[in-house]
């Protein structure tokens, strides 16, 4: 069946799907690489005093401001009508909980702290295994990318001086509103750079240099990766930045957008945010958390998103891995080596492990699908990846592999086979369809 959540399908797919999991079961840190927030700052999971909310038609901010006794802040996503609003530190709850019940509001919720899903790893790793477990080279006789294929990386930053770098890369905003609490260095002088090492990581996987004579290879080396920095120095987004970056994506031309990130909070103004970039057309993939816990983890268990697995070198769930009903596809995530900034390591390569290096693989190859067969609507993208995923548990889907391990030659050709005269015309996303059940392996899928 297609996997990704629509609000509006809810009652179509819950015989077979269902949100369920909770964070930290093996109490893995939730911060990345380590870190923790300054020994000055309060260890919570929100920006404090800091409101989102997004008024309803006609409502005027400052009947809102009113209400709650806050000043006013900058709007956070105009397109979506979402406004920052600023309260006295202690009372966020409260003052979310009286503009919920106020009417004046269709949402409001506190400016969450998301984390980066990573697990450090030997940096010493010296193979790409991950490439031909999932039939890259197969995938690579039929296409690298195309430069017209956008893939938005949401994260940490990219060391835009790493010899490695993608042949396509664009620099985007940077929305990192934590980062002075955090301790980190000015932000945006010289563009999204990385002072974490992570977001190098991941882009790293999706479109690395290729064929260059150095390094290592991206699996779509030929599409255009957006860099968006909404993750500071520590590993910390606030759900301001990361909405501000989820509209600045689907707005500039990302087709698809990675979020190898989270948090257990659900929040209906990131929903709207993933909504929204959905209805523009673009293929939402999200880390699945690394707390080997059955919990919730946003955005990847938001409507619309693919919450992605990840696997080891024998196709066995990795032991840090969340899992659940809403897993749509697993990827390879332990030992990954792709590109850091050279503070993170000397050579500018290290093997890391997480969701979030599993999350790039399913990026990259929703990326190479739509260069395959660009006519294609996300909805499936999506189909094909599920579809061409290769089964490797019982249940439909899996709690730990979804529909599959994702295997990218096997989706090129899913896709491939919904274009049967080698031309398709788009898709209104207005009259999406489910097409007819098929079987792979032990799963029917729409």
């Given at each position: 069946?297609?996997?990704?959540?629509?609000q509006?399908?809810?009652?179509?797919?819950?015989?077979?799907?269902?949100?369920s999991?909770?964070?930290?079961?093996?109490?893995?840190?939730?911060?990345?690489?380590?870190?923790?927030?300054?020994p000055?700052?309060?260890?919570q999971?929100?920006?404090?005093?800091?409101?989102?909310?997004r008024?309803?038609?006609?409502?005027?901010t400052?009947?809102?401001?009113?209400?709650?006794?806050a000043?006013?802040?900058?709007?956070?996503?105009?397109?979506?009508?979402?406004?920052?609003?600023e309260?006295?530190?202690?009372?966020?709850q409260?003052?979310?909980?009286?503009?919920?019940?106020?009417?004046?509001?269709?949402?409001?919720?506190?400016?969450?702290?998301?984390?980066?899903?990573?697990?450090?790893?030997?940096p010493?790793?010296?193979?790409?295994?991950?490439?031909?477990?999932?039939?890259a080279?197969?995938?690579?006789?039929?296409?690298?990318?195309?430069?017209?294929?956008t893939?938005?990386?949401?994260?940490?930053?990219?060391?835009?001086?790493?010899?490695?770098?993608?042949?396509?890369l664009?620099?985007?905003?940077?929305?990192?509103?934590?980062a002075?609490?955090d301790?980190?260095?000015?932000?945006?002088i010289?563009?999204?750079?990385?002072?974490l090492?992570?977001?190098?990581?991941?882009?790293?996987t999706?479109?690395?240099g290729?064929?260059?004579?150095?390094?290592?290879?991206?699996?779509?080396?030929?599409?255009?990766?957006?860099i968006?920095?909404?993750?500071?120095?520590?590993?910390?987004l606030?759900?301001?930045?990361?909405?501000?970056?989820?509209?600045?994506?689907a707005?500039?031309?990302?087709?698809?957008?990675n979020?190898?990130?989270g948090?257990?909070?659900?929040?209906?103004?990131?929903?709207?945010?993933?909504?929204d970039?959905?209805?523009?057309?673009?293929?939402?993939?999200?880390?699945?958390?690394?707390?080997?816990?059955?919990?919730?983890?946003y955005?990847?268990?938001?409507?619309?998103?693919?919450?992605?697995?990840?696997?080891?070198?024998?196709?066995?769930?990795?032991?840090f891995?969340?899992?659940?009903?809403d897993?749509?596809?697993?990827?390879?995530?332990?030992n990954?080596?792709?590109?850091?900034?050279?503070?993170?390591?000397?050579?500018?390569?290290?093997?890391?492990?997480?969701?979030?290096?599993?999350?790039?693989?399913?990026?990259a190859?929703?990326?190479?699908?739509?260069?395959?067969?660009?006519?294609l609507?996300?909805?499936?993208v999506?189909?094909?990846?599920e579809?061409?995923?290769?089964?490797l548990?019982?249940?439909?889907p899996?709690?730990?592999?979804?529909?599959?391990?994702?295997?990218?030659?096997?989706?090129?050709?899913?896709?491939?086979?919904?274009?049967p005269?080698?031309s398709?015309?788009?898709?209104?996303?207005?009259?999406r369809?489910f097409?007819?059940?098929?079987?792979?392996?032990?799963?029917?899928?729409?």
């Amino acid at each position: 069946m297609f996997h990704v959540k629509r609000q509006g399908w809810r009652c179509l797919i819950a015989a077979f799907m269902a949100t369920s999991l909770l964070l930290g079961s093996l109490n893995v840190p939730t911060v990345a690489f380590g870190t923790s927030p300054p020994p000055n700052r309060p260890q919570q999971n929100f920006v404090p005093g800091v409101l989102l909310a997004r008024p309803e038609p006609g409502v005027a901010t400052t009947r809102i401001a009113t209400l709650i006794g806050a000043r006013e802040g900058p709007p956070v996503a105009p397109g979506l009508g979402v406004q920052k609003f600023e309260v006295q530190p202690g009372h966020e709850q409260t003052s979310v909980e009286r503009l919920r019940r106020s009417g004046l509001v269709a949402g409001a919720s506190l400016d969450y702290i998301r984390h980066v899903a990573v697990v450090p790893d030997d940096p010493d790793y010296p193979d790409q295994w991950d490439l031909p477990k999932i039939d890259a080279p197969g995938a690579w006789q039929t296409t690298l990318g195309s430069s017209s294929t956008t893939v938005a990386v949401i994260d940490s930053g990219y060391d835009f001086g790493h010899p490695d770098r993608p042949t396509h890369l664009i620099a985007g905003p940077t929305y990192t509103s934590t980062a002075a609490a955090d301790g980190c260095p000015p932000e945006g002088i010289d563009g999204p750079q990385d002072d974490l090492g992570h977001g190098t990581h991941v882009a790293g996987t999706i479109a690395a240099g290729f064929d260059n004579g150095i390094g290592v290879a991206g699996l779509a080396p030929n599409v255009s990766v957006l860099i968006v920095k909404a993750a500071d120095c520590t590993g910390n987004l606030a759900d301001s930045d990361v909405v501000a970056a989820i509209e600045y994506a689907a707005d500039h031309g990302a087709s698809v957008i990675n979020m190898s990130f989270g948090g257990p909070e659900q929040d209906d103004i990131l929903d709207q945010a993933v909504e929204d970039a959905w209805s523009k057309g673009v293929v939402l993939v999200a880390a699945a958390g690394n707390q080997s816990s059955s919990a919730p983890f946003y955005p990847a268990w938001s409507p619309d998103v693919m919450a992605v697995s990840a696997t080891d070198q024998n196709d066995s769930p990795a032991w840090f891995s969340n899992y659940g009903p809403d897993i749509a596809v697993a990827a390879p995530g332990v030992n990954i080596l792709s590109t850091v900034p050279s503070f993170d390591n000397a050579t500018g390569y290290a093997a890391e492990s997480g969701t979030s290096m599993a999350a790039p693989h399913v990026s990259a190859t929703a990326a190479l699908v739509l260069s395959a067969a660009p006519g294609l609507t996300n909805v499936q993208v999506v189909q094909a990846i599920e579809r061409g995923a290769v089964s490797l548990g019982p249940g439909c889907p899996n709690p730990y592999y979804g529909y599959g391990r994702v295997d990218v030659a096997a989706a090129l050709a899913m896709a491939q086979a919904m274009v049967p005269s080698g031309s398709l015309a788009p898709q209104s996303l207005a009259n999406r369809v489910f097409l007819p059940f098929v079987t792979n392996g032990a799963c029917s899928l729409p």
